[in-house]
């Protein structure tokens, strides 16, 4: 029996990832760029050589589907034995937070840990992209770019100074999965071609002011292009509304900071969470701002983070 | 002195005017359509030869800007002379509620009267458009469609039995006015063009759904068509968030409600009201689900109006 464990950050895109190209090989439409969270991070345990397959995330036995994807991803690494596989998240599951990055991340570096496979990192994250397109971002971790077929660090975690302070602005899951989501709206979203566009050139702009460690303007890019993605959703049909209450709060606060002359931006994901993007001596006051809106139920500050890695293993 | 009074109702559009094909005429970039809502309306009274313009909404003087549409409006009807004007809506005043259609549609009304002239329907809403686009639709009343310099009655009030369900989610007045906010959305918005392409298409479809009385299939489209606005301001830059907190929970109230089989549909103009399209005998219901709502300051349920006439006049 060979073993491994690894541990993976989930990250949030400044330029996001909204449609495949490719929807079996999971290639997106347009170039995203994420940073790493390191609040937020999912650690992995494969051990091969059993006589069948078995997740636990968090403790509990995992359901069919999500035993089928790690297979996925297990088949595609060439690894035909049996896995018991363990993954524990550091942050709330099940919140909506995009914990399928970090895992399927930390799953393909623990899982090629344990077969003994040597991987540079673009082998890796072409190999996590397959279980969850966002998870290729996750592998290089730090400030990441995916365009093809796996994701690179552009920049070190610590190259513009930056925090992500996450208000959690519901529970549960929601009702509209990402890869669902973006497919409808990649099918019936009039606004779907001109998001990609706008991503492409969002994507170049944004790799110039990270170069130039521009965040009020990297800022508002952030909070443009997410808002442009959740109103591709919005026009999808029928309509998919990832927001929440507080969600529309904490977009507010976040203007009327601006408006005091306080630099923080916002970018959500395909759910309710408003991730506000600061500098680090802005973080508290953002925190105690966004902790006091009604509704919002938590807030995380997050720094950027590194790549996933192997934290123990037999070889 | 010759003095008239008219009254007026506001309306909502099914398919929504988002763009102007001409700024100075305020001709639309797509057709749209509205009922008018019997229990908003405005009642305006307009004195004739009297020294100097005066302006007096819901018992206060008006600012410099409103008394210049206004003097616009009289100038466009070829009344040079002096004007004494007062007007009073029956709705809560700065709510965010559409007044300028009911106002302008009254005063143009009002005005002509008390000037003697004889105009049909198809003139005195192409000079209410004068004052503001959506008053064109004011005129006739009913279920009105409006593509060029007037907009015309196509089904009386009673043609399909509906009622809509005002849900109050926001006070004050909104940061970004309708104008202002289809003008950025026009000048900026990567969705525009695509939005407009789309309200030709809905427009056509809705025709045809009102002549065969299919509500849940016209509430379905409206519901779709005003999501797509605001995403289309969602999108503009800077974004554009007409929403409040309630907004957004009476939009997942209504969901909820047609996943329990009953017909509810939501349209939502340039502000944070949503405006619940249903049966009248499902409007009890939908009232007391709105109501309900943290946020939600007061619930209204209007059927459909006629257009705007005469109350009292010299002659």
Chains 1, 2 share one sequence.
Not at 15 to 38: C, F, M, N, Q, T
Request: net charge neutral.
């Amino acid at each position: 029996m060979r073993r491994a464990t690894a541990v993976a950050h989930a990250n949030i895109a400044l330029v996001k990832y909204w449609g495949k190209r490719d929807e079996a090989l999971l290639l997106p439409e347009s170039p995203s760029l994420s940073i790493a969270l390191d609040r937020l991070f999912t650690t992995t345990t494969v051990e091969l050589g059993v006589p069948s397959d078995s997740l636990v995330l968090d403790g509990r036995a995992a359901g069919e589907g999500e035993l089928r994807r790690a297979r996925f991803l297990l088949d595609a690494a060439g690894i035909g034995e049996g896995a018991r596989i363990e993954s524990r998240n550091s942050f709330p599951t099940a919140a909506g937070l995009a914990s399928s990055a970090s895992g399927f991340a930390a799953l393909a570096v623990a899982a090629c840990a344990a077969a003994g496979q040597k991987h540079t990192s673009r082998e890796l994250s072409a190999l996590a992209r397959r279980g969850s397109g966002s998870a290729a971002r996750s592998v290089p971790g730090g400030w990441a770019v995916w365009e093809d077929e796996f994701a690179e660090e552009v920049a070190p975690p610590g190259h513009l100074p930056i925090r992500a302070v996450i208000a959690l602005c519901g529970e549960g899951k929601k009702d509209v999965g990402s890869r669902d989501g973006m497919k409808r709206s990649q099918d019936t979203s009039p606004y779907h071609a001109a998001f990609i566009a706008q991503c492409r050139r969002d994507y170049l702009e944004a790799r110039a002011l990270l170069r130039d460690r521009n965040l009020s303007a990297l800022g508002a890019l952030a909070e443009s292009n997410a808002l442009r993605m959740h109103a591709d959703a919005l026009a999808a049909n029928p309509p998919i509304l990832y927001w929440e209450p507080p969600t529309v709060s904490c977009l507010q606060a976040l203007r009327r900071l601006r408006d005091g002359g306080l630099g923080a931006w916002a970018t959500i994901d395909a759910g309710p969470h408003v991730v506000a993007l600061c500098a680090p001596e802005d973080a508290p006051r953002v925190e105690s701002t966004l902790r006091a809106i009604a509704g919002v139920r938590d807030v995380l500050v997050c720094a950027p983070a590194g790549g996933a890695r192997v934290v123990e293993g037999d070889r």
